[in-house]
């Protein structure tokens, strides 16, 4: 079973900001990318389904993400002063850190790192370069060190032809409807946040003493 992510992803949106309750608009270009040939895998079919959940987590938090960025990159481009450029992206990351910080911090390990994927695949920029283009190469160095602790990589990569390639596949057959996501971004409070951690603790305790029976069932 997966561990909780305890490092704070939000630290990664640095640059994004706005009201997350918003829906997604139907005309928000799409970025494909060519599978190229696809390998037969007698685990296909699981390994589909674990994307697929994954990916119905965290892609709409990419496709924002995207958009955001965007937006703060038009607004910066308004402003001449580089300090009034920092200001306003870390203005931006204080509102997130009090209306987004519950959804990050419920995401496991893999969702931590699909989405700082999925974030390189809609913005052609890793979460280490946003850091550093909006809060300088010293802040991405030392959260970049901080991410390296909980085994996270902020300069981590997209590959729809390598590792990604099922994730790949999952995006291209949502956006062509072959399977259903809902890519609106919801918020959560502290009080749901509490509620889905001491259910998952329930659920890890379970499955130990499970665990543990069938040891002693051998």
Request: net charge positive; aromatic share 10%; with cysteine.
């Amino acid at each position: 079973m997966q561990s909780k992510w305890s490092f704070k992803l939000l630290l990664f949106f640095l640059c994004f900001g706005g009201e997350f309750f918003a829906q997604l608009e139907d005309t928000m270009p799409i970025r494909t990318q060519d599978l190229g040939e696809v390998v037969a895998d007698k685990d296909y079919f699981k390994k589909y389904q674990r994307a697929l959940r994954r990916v119905r987590r965290v892609y709409p938090l990419a496709l924002y993400a995207a958009k955001e960025l965007k937006t703060l990159e038009e607004e910066q481009n308004e402003l001449k002063s580089g300090r009034k450029k920092k200001r306003l992206a870390k203005d931006l990351n204080k509102e997130l850190k009090e209306d987004f910080q519950f959804v990050i911090r419920d995401l496991y390990i893999e969702e931590g790192k699909l989405l700082m994927k999925l974030i390189h695949r809609e913005t052609g920029k890793t979460v280490w370069e946003i850091i550093s283009g909006n809060r300088g190469k010293v802040r991405a160095n030392m959260q970049g060190g901080m991410g390296k602790l909980w085994g996270q990589d902020l300069d981590i990569r997209y590959e729809p032809k390598g590792e990604d390639q099922i994730v790949e596949q999952v995006i291209q057959d949502i956006w062509n409807k072959r399977v259903y996501a809902d890519l609106s971004v919801r918020k959560m409070d502290k009080t749901t946040y509490k509620k889905r951690q001491k259910e998952y603790r329930s659920r890890r305790k379970a499955a130990r003493k499970k665990n543990r029976k069938k040891k002693e069932e051998k």
